[in-house]
């Protein structure tokens, strides 16, 4: 257990982002498994408006350091590749 009050501190925050995390990550799988499901549907019109919602959601995690810029650029592109299949 720690003992100086800077690591129980530094406890305490590794608690709370692991939990943030875990929301943001739980959300993005939701979020692409929307866009996915539209897709494998055939629905064009339900599937541009998941990928819109999924651009901005990505973006956002983008800028909460949820996801690297990469990472979050490469999901887009294949899930706009999958859209633009349709």
Do not use: W
């Amino acid at each position: 257990m720690a003992n100086h009050k800077s690591s129980i501190k530094r406890i305490r925050q590794t608690i709370v982002r692991c939990e943030r995390n875990r929301f943001y990550r739980t959300r993005l799988k939701n979020i692409v498994k929307d866009v996915r499901s539209a897709v494998t549907a055939g629905n064009k019109e339900e599937a541009a408006s998941a990928m819109t919602v999924a651009n901005k959601q990505i973006q956002k995690f983008v800028s909460k350091g949820v996801l690297k810029k990469e990472t979050a650029a490469r999901k887009i592109s294949r899930l706009h590749r999958a859209v633009n299949a349709l």
